[in-house]
């Protein structure tokens, strides 16, 4: 069995898996509450928080998972990227608790987590990892395509400026919505009846028909229409409707444009399956288009449970498992706030 450990932004996650993948335990303590007031992660406070709930959730764990110390062979950490202080408190624990008893340490990249946890699909069972697939990272912290094949993991794109989540984030933070910002703007988009032509968002382009992401027009463009018509969370609630919607729409419009250039410049054979994962995954309009993306393409969809779209430390646990040359001496283990 193998122990996962994620404190890499603002939850303290611990889990359990057998070998095979399947998840015996994921628990997740999340500090958004003690970061609202702030509208956005206070790494301090973060620190303090995970140092605070690490150890007694991984006490909980492995007692309502009825396992015992003896039952874990391995611990799977998160070493980054991430807040540094934030990854440190996890970290060090994981060395500490590793080192005491005897176990080898396994650092695990949070990307490489949140890639593979399309795969991390019931409680009990994980599917197996297919050959080759394309994934898309979706969170508050990174925006990418990748290709993955035999678990050996390229990036085609990536983001010139914002994430899409951070994106989320931040224009509802400008028009008053608490912190996370996606699950809010998500909401409001829902709203009934919406008037899809009040607001327009411009597709950003490069000139060199590059496939990378730029969020950072949409972003200057929401916030511009937004002070323009007035819009905030306690304004009239149609008129946060429409925007919401729009401004939602807008940013998996770009994710669908580059997804698009991406498959035209991939040689045959592309991949038979499409994954997407990460924090903005957990958007019903993500998840549809992307399954409507891919029917059309005749390419198999995986689409992560919600609880394993954001941070999370099964996706930890798992991501360990598919590289088991990567256990080692505990104390060369290190944090790092970015990672190639
Ligand atoms: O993967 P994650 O938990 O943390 C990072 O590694 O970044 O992603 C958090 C991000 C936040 O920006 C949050 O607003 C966004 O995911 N998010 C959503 C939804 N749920 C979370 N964005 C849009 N719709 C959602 N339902
Ligand atoms: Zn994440």
Same mark, same amino acid.
């Given at each position: ?11 303290? %996650? ?29 790494? &301090? ?6 140092? +605070? ?6 006490? #909980? ?11 874990? &062979? ?11 202080? %934030? ?57 990418? =395509? ?42 409001? %988009? ?5 008037? #899809? ?7 950003? +382009? ?11 027009? =949409?972003? @200057? ?23 919401? @919607?729009?401004?939602? &729409? ?7 444009? #580059? ?5 035209? +410049? ?25 399954? %409507?993306? @891919?029917?059309?393409? &005749? ?14 430390? @099964? ?16 104390? #060369? ?8």
């Amino acid at each position: 069995m193998i122990l996962g450990i994620e404190t890499s932004c603002d939850e303290t %996650a611990v889990a359990v898996l057998d070998d095979d993948g399947s998840v015996r335990i994921n628990l997740i303590a999340s500090q958004i509450e003690r970061h609202q007031p702030f509208g956005g992660v206070v790494p &301090e406070i973060a620190s303090r928080e995970h140092l +605070q709930h690490l150890f007694p959730l991984i006490t #909980r764990a492995l007692t309502d998972a009825k396992l015992s110390w003896k039952d874990v &062979e391995r611990i799977a950490v998160t070493a980054g990227p991430g807040l540094i202080g %934030a990854l440190l408190v996890g970290v060090a624990g994981a060395q500490g608790l590793a080192y005491g008893l005897g176990l080898p340490l396994v650092p695990v990249n949070h990307l490489e987590g949140h890639i593979f946890s399309p795969y991390l699909q019931r409680e009990g069972a994980s599917i197996a990892l297919p050959e080759r697939f394309l994934s898309l990272v979706v969170s508050g912290g990174h925006s990418s =395509i990748y290709d993955v094949r035999r678990g050996i993991i390229t990036m085609l794109n990536r983001t010139r400026d914002d994430a899409i989540g951070e994106t989320f984030d931040k224009v509802a933070k400008f028009i008053g919505l608490p912190y996370p910002g996606g699950p809010q703007i998500e909401k409001h %988009a829902n709203g009934g009846r919406i008037d #899809r032509k009040r607001f327009h968002f411009a597709m950003p +382009q490069f000139n060199e028909k590059s496939a990378d992401f730029s969020y950072s027009g =949409i972003k @200057a463009g929401a916030i511009r229409l937004a002070r323009e018509h007035g819009i905030s969370a306690t304004g009239d609630p149609q008129l946060l409707a429409d925007f919401c @919607a729009t401004f939602q &729409e807008a940013l998996i419009d770009q994710l669908f444009d #580059r997804l698009e250039v991406i498959w035209s +410049q991939l040689e045959t054979p592309r991949p038979t399956e499409v994954a997407v994962a990460g924090g903005v995954a957990a958007n019903t309009a993500v998840r549809e288009r992307l399954s %409507a993306w @891919a029917a059309k393409r &005749e390419v198999i969809v995986r689409l992560p449970e919600k609880r394993y779209c954001t941070d999370n430390a @099964a996706m930890i646990a798992f991501a360990a498992l598919q590289k088991p040359e990567g256990a080692t001496d505990p104390r #060369r283990v290190s944090a790092r706030s970015r990672v190639q």
